[in-house]
Every structure is written in structure tokens, then in C-alpha cells.
């Protein structure tokens, strides 16, 4: 831990050295003209997935709403020929009350329902009917689509309402955030962007330092060089941006040159078969599903339906023996014994911890919705999110557990309740989603409201939120509303269904700064982090009941431009932008399923699928040219496991009788095929994970080791 601690001081000092340079100047003219954008030059996407099935609820703020669509009709009608300076004010003025109208979390429609406006701007991709931007995200859009002369009217109508929210604006992260987005496309909003990347890089937060970056060259973008101090912004931000923490190497890069996978040891995990109903049977994915995260001091904890397995680092060295923990959850945490239920078509439920490398927050168990039957009362139960923490190289130990009702915390000998923490997440029952995400110190968890029907302070049910809570601490600190889950249903069953399994999420990724919460049920929504504010929330094609689908349980895939999902409630997989831009937010033409099982790789040419070809499942491949074929058959009665493993030379994938090794620079050759032994009767395959220079197979019960060579 030395080392990292040293390197986090010396970037702080870097940081703070850089913020002592920049801060003279900062009291300068704010007004500037704008950049012109570049034109893309490739043709838009296109949509192609078919009807979309799909109505799913986009909460958006009413108020800015209309503010931001009566603002559209005054422009549409200036480019028709009416007064253009009284509209163009009328515009202006429009879409800045819809920024102090609605605060960070808030969305507004695409498109006006009403139809007020529509046409103003361009739709390039088709996406805006279906989609919700966050407020500046949707302003910020309406800027970057002006003419330069626009952009400076713009700059011009608020100057002097910048000049004086500047000086009023605390100099804190809520006075400078608010500046910030309030004032988009203005040389205020990037001096508040920086002074917020600023704190936030003094408070140990780097990937909030990032994203405030991000805002602000986005906002200087549009200054067209000619704030007096342009290029000295533009050094303020470079020099900022290079003394934030690189980014961590990738844990699969040491796989690049392997030719060969040997296994050095095979362990139980919890020693019970079918806990909870592991769903043997189960398509690819959609079962219950144990899983792992690897920690600073090279061990590794395993989550099962029951129980927490520790192995250090010593033990995954040795071929057999060593110190293996473990430990009933029911007993470390003093929880009822869990028993979580999955059902193939709710998307199962993939027990996926996260970690910062010292502490481990796990989902323990699944709730319950609660019913009426014959006139008495059934309750719902929620579930727990708990924190352990390793230190001095030993087992992790419990630190807090967070529920529906509140928060207790560990005193190394009991629990003691938190009195101050009632309803960390909302009135009501609530069950948390598997996947969380940590990052700068906090944890972010997307959790359902349950159905409830005997409590009369139970919330409307279904409502799904993102709630972001203090790693070390469990306090919380914001949560933004996203949806109301209707779950895939066939088309006689209604919206509700009569299942009372809800489906599961896909596990919360981080990607370039972004947030990305995919909701398998029919939206995927994006928001940054440093302070929960949306970028925006996108309907997909949802599929049919009976028809094939991912399996939904894969994380998001992404880099700086964007991002790839592919969920369990449709038929194609989206290659999606982080942010809205005036050139939309679809990347490339949806991708559909067609007799495929799961994507493995979504942002490479080819793209890469375990899939049917035939009578036979395979490792499939499909170019953008649109040719497509298969690299290896499994036999007949040989059957994928898990998460197949991508990285940029080598495909790992694991079936129910071994692990296979490919070449994607030799057009997917096999390299390597082998076998995983049995450690107990039918339980053989998993997901394949590269951990600490290691690859891991994950199964119902099993943990595979291996080497590469």
C-alpha cells in the first residue's frame, strides 16, 4: 500500500502545483466566440432493428421541458423567417431556463411529444424519439449545432448575467458545479469546470478531476479562441489532465503472447450443490452464477449463493494444499441464510462483487416482493449490500451492512445500528441489483423498488434508482431515479406478469469517465459520476418473449468514444456514444442476435460471438464487410460455460469439458484446448477471467488456476 500512497501524493502535489499557475487571470472577460465544428463525414447509422416493442418510462422534469421545447419553436421560427433577433432571445432564453429550472439529475425528451419545436435541429441517427438527454447535455447539443455567429449571440446574451453568477458562486464544488452547468458554452463554465476538477483532485477523486476536465474542454470548444486567455485555459486543462493518475494496465495483457494454458489446481467453493437452484440447464448465462475480484495483496475472494471463499495469494501458487477460508455469510454478516432464486427468464442473477483493491462489497441474497393471500399480509424482504475489508494481508473482514431499513456498522466484536441512516435508499422495500461499480471511494449500486401491497409507505413499486454511498462510511450521497421496470412478459400476461422474479441488471460499468447503467428492461441509461448528473437514457428494441436474446449478464464494454451493450430483453446489441452530440449517439447500425448466444467482443472487426452454426455451437466471428463464419465447432454434447475472455490478441473461452485458447492474429486458430477436470460430478466450465497475471475459470462450485504460456 506504500507505493500507491506515495504515488497518490506525489500526483496531488503535481495537481496542486499546476492549480497555483493557473490561478491568476481567473477574474478575466468571460464573453468569447465559438469553435466550428467539423461536419462527419461518414454516412448516419442508421436504425434497422425493427419495430421497437418498447415503452419503457423516461422520467424527464416537466418545467425544463417546456422551457427547453417553447425555446426550439422560437428558433425553428427564426430560420423561417421571423424577427431574428427577438426569437433568437426568445430561444436563448428558453433553453437557459430549462438549465436553472432543473438540477443535475434531470432529463428532458428528445423529442417534444407536442410536437413543439421538432425540426429545429438535426436528428442524424434517428435516436431522438426514443431517447431522454440530461438538461446541459441537451443544450449543449442545441450549441454545438449552431452557425459560429450564433454561438457568440449566445455568449453575448449572458455575459453579464455570467459576470455576476461568478462573483456571487461559492467557491466550493456545489457553488462552481452549479456555474458550471447553468452557464454551458461560456468561458465561465470553464473556468468552474476547472476549479471543480480542482477539488475534486485535492479530495483524492481523480476520475471526478477527469470528467470536470472533460466538461471543460467541451465548453472551451465552443469559445472559438477568443477569450483573451484561450491558450492558457488550453495549458490549464493539459496540464491538469497529465498529472491525474495514468490509467490502470490492462489485467489481461500478459494473455497477448500466450500459446498455452496449463491448470495448476482445482478447488470446492462452498461444497453444496444447487444452492438456490444454480440452473444447471440454464441458456448461457442466465443462471445463478457465483463471482470473484482479486485484491491488492494478490488474493482472491470468491462470492457463492452462501458464502464468502478466501485463497491468498500463497495458496493460488501452490498445486494443491494451502490455506483456504470459509466463511458463511449467514454468520459473518448475521443475515438470514441467503437464498437467492434465478429464473432463465427473468436474466438469473450473477453474483458479481466489486472491489478497490481493500474492501469487497458484496449483494447478499435476492428480495422478495411481498402479497396479499386470502386476506392476510405477506411483507417483502429485501437484500443487504455489505462491505468487508482486508488488511495486513489476512481474511477480509465485515466493516458495514447496508439495507433497506438502514445501516449498521461493525465494531470488530458485534453490529451497532447507525440510528442517524433510516432509508438509505427511499421509502419502502428494496431489492439491490447485483454489479455494483466503486471508484474514487465511493460505491455506486442501482437497486428495485419491491412490490409491497400491505405497506402503505412503500413507494410505487418497480422504481429502479442508482445510489451512490461513501465506500468507507456507507453514507449516502445522491440517487437519481431511472426508470419503472416493466419486466419482458408475453403478450397476454399484461406489463406486471404474475412472475414475481424481478429481472436483474447488468453489472454497472465504468467507461471514459462515464457511468453506464444498463436496466435489462429497456433502457440503458449513462450519467458521470462525480456528481450523478445524466448525459442521457436510451430505448433499445425490446424482443419478443419467446424470441432468442443476450444473456444480459456481461458488464458493458467500452473505451473513450463509447460504449457496446447487449441486453437480455433484446434481440440486438447497440454501439452507443457516452455522450450526446449533434451528430447523435448511435456509433454504428444495431446488431442483431441471430443465432448467437453472447457476444464476446462488440468493438473489434470482426466482432466476436459464442454461437449455433448449424447443428453445433461455436466460436463465431462477423465482419463490418458483412461476411461472417465460425473459427471452431464443440462437439455434439459439448456445451459453453461463462463469460468467454477477450483481449487484443487472444479469445479464452470455456466449454463443460475444457478451456480454449485463440489466435484473432491468425484469423481465430486454435492454439490451445485444455481440459478442466472435475472437482464434483457434472460441474465443469465457467467464466474465464484474468486476474494478477493468472487466468481463472469460475464454476457453480468450482475455482480453476492456470498458467499461461
Not at 430483453?569 to 451528430?583: E, G, N, R, V
Request: hydrophobic share 40%; charged share 20%.
Amino acid at each position: 500500500m506504500a507505493p500507491a500512497a506515495s504515488h497518490a501524493c506525489r500526483a496531488r502535489a503535481a495537481w496542486t502545483s499546476t492549480r497555483v499557475a493557473f490561478r491568476v487571470g481567473l477574474l478575466a472577460f468571460f464573453a468569447g466566440s465559438a469553435l466550428p465544428q467539423d461536419a462527419p463525414t461518414d454516412p448516419p447509422p442508421g436504425l434497422t432493428e425493427g419495430a421497437l416493442r418498447n415503452d419503457a418510462f423516461l422520467p424527464t422534469n416537466r418545467e425544463a421541458s417546456q422551457a427547453l421545447f417553447e425555446g426550439d419553436a422560437a428558433w425553428l421560427g427564426r430560420r423561417e423567417g421571423a424577427g431574428v433577433q427577438a426569437t433568437q432571445a426568445i430561444a436563448f432564453d428558453g433553453w437557459r431556463l430549462a438549465l436553472t429550472s432543473s438540477v443535475a439529475g434531470d432529463a428532458v425528451p428528445g423529442l417534444d411529444p407536442n410536437g413543439s419545436g421538432t425540426g429545429a435541429f438535426p436528428d442524424p441517427d434517428g435516436t431522438l424519439g426514443r431517447r431522454a438527454d440530461g438538461v446541459q447535455a441537451a443544450v449543449l447539443r442545441r450549441l454545438e449545432s449552431l452557425e459560429p455567429d450564433d454561438r457568440a449571440a449566445w455568449r453575448s446574451r449572458f455575459a453579464s448575467t455570467a459576470l455576476e453568477d461568478f462573483a456571487a458562486a461559492p467557491r466550493n464544488l456545489n457553488g462552481q458545479g452549479r456555474l458550471e452547468r447553468e452557464l454551458p458554452g461560456m468561458r465561465v463554465a470553464v473556468v468552474a469546470a476547472i476549479a471543480c476538477a480542482d477539488l475534486a483532485a485535492e479530495s483524492g477523486r481523480p476520475v471526478a478531476a477527469s470528467v470536470w476536465l472533460s466538461r471543460a474542454t467541451r465548453h472551451l470548444r465552443l469559445l472559438d479562441g477568443s477569450a483573451p486567455d484561450q491558450a492558457r485555459l488550453e495549458a490549464a486543462i493539459e496540464q491538469r489532465s497529465s498529472a491525474l493518475p495514468a490509467p490502470a494496465a490492462s489485467p489481461t495483457r500478459f494473455l497477448d503472447n500466450a500459446t498455452s494454458l496449463s491448470v495448476v489446481r482445482a478447488d470446492r467453493l462452498e461444497f453444496l450443490v444447487g444452492v438456490g437452484g444454480s440452473m444447471r440447464g440454464a441458456e448461457l448465462g442466465r443462471g445463478l452464477r457465483p463471482g470473484l475480484v482479486t485484491l491488492n495483496d494478490g488474493s482472491v475472494v470468491v462470492q457463492t449463493a452462501r458464502s464468502m471463499v478466501w485463497l491468498p495469494e500463497a495458496t493460488l501458487n501452490q498445486v494443491r494444499g494451502g490455506r483456504i477460508e470459509r466463511r458463511s455469510l449467514e454468520d459473518m454478516l448475521g443475515v438470514p441464510m441467503p437464498r437467492p432464486l434465478a429464473l432463465a427468464s427473468s436474466g438469473g442473477w450473477s453474483i458479481l462483487p466489486a472491489t478497490d483493491g481493500e474492501r469487497v462489497v458484496m449483494v447478499v441474497d435476492r428480495g422478495t416482493s411481498g402479497r396479499m393471500m386470502r386476506g392476510l399480509n405477506k411483507a417483502a424482504r429485501g437484500n443487504y449490500l455489505a462491505c468487508l475489508r482486508s488488511q495486513d494481508t489476512d481474511c477480509p473482514q465485515p466493516e458495514w451492512l447496508l439495507s433497506s431499513f438502514g445501516i449498521e456498522r461493525h465494531n470488530g466484536s458485534e453490529w451497532v445500528p447507525d440510528e442517524t441512516a433510516a432509508e438509505p435508499f427511499g421509502s419502502g422495500t428494496w431489492e439491490i441489483l447485483p454489479g455494483p461499480c466503486i471508484a474514487d471511494g465511493r460505491i455506486f449500486v442501482a437497486a428495485r423498488r419491491m412490490h409491497d401491497p400491505g405497506n402503505e409507505h412503500a413507494g410505487p413499486p418497480g422504481e429502479i434508482w442508482l445510489c451512490a454511498f461513501d465506500l468507507a462510511t456507507a453514507e449516502p450521497l445522491w440517487r437519481r431515479f431511472l426508470t419503472r421496470a416493466a419486466d419482458l412478459r408475453r403478450d397476454n400476461e399484461g406489463r406486471t406478469g404474475s412472475n414475481e422474479i424481478g429481472t436483474a441488471g447488468m453489472p454497472l460499468a465504468l467507461i471514459g469517465g462515464a457511468l453506464i447503467v444498463g436496466t435489462n428492461v429497456g433502457l440503458v441509461t449513462v450519467l458521470d459520476p462525480a456528481d450523478g448528473r445524466l448525459s442521457h437514457a436510451f430505448r433499445y428494441r425490446r424482443r419478443p418473449f419467446e424470441a432468442p436474446g443476450w444473456p444480459g449478464s456481461r458488464a458493458p464494454e467500452g473505451n473513450a468514444d463509447g460504449f457496446v451493450i447487449a441486453p437480455f430483453d433484446s434481440d440486438h446489441a447497440y454501439h452507443l456514444a457516452l455522450t450526446p452530440t449533434a451528430a447523435g449517439v448511435l456509433l454504428d447500425r444495431p446488431l442483431p442476435i441471430r443465432a448467437d448466444l453472447d457476444l464476446v467482443d462488440g468493438l473489434s472487426d470482426p466482432k466476436l460471438f459464442l454461437g449455433r452454426d448449424g447443428r453445433n455451437l461455436a466460436l463465431r466471428w462477423r465482419a463490418n464487410s458483412g461476411a461472417s463464419g465460425s473459427a471452431m465447432y464443440l462437439g455434439v454434447q459439448e456445451t459453453f460455460q461463462g463469460r468467454a475472455l477477450g483481449t487484443q490478441r487472444r479469445v479464452l473461452t470455456s466449454s463443460d469439458q475444457r478451456i480454449y485458447l485463440f489466435d484473432r492474429d491468425a484469423q481465430l486458430e486454435l492454439l490451445h484446448a485444455e481440459p478442466l477436470v472435475a472437482v464434483q460430478s457434472g460441474d465443469r466450465g465457467g467464466d474465464v477471467i484474468a486476474a494478477d497475471g493468472r487466468v481463472l475459470v469460475l464454476g457453480d462450485d468450482t475455482l480453476w488456476v492456470l498458467n499461461a504460456r
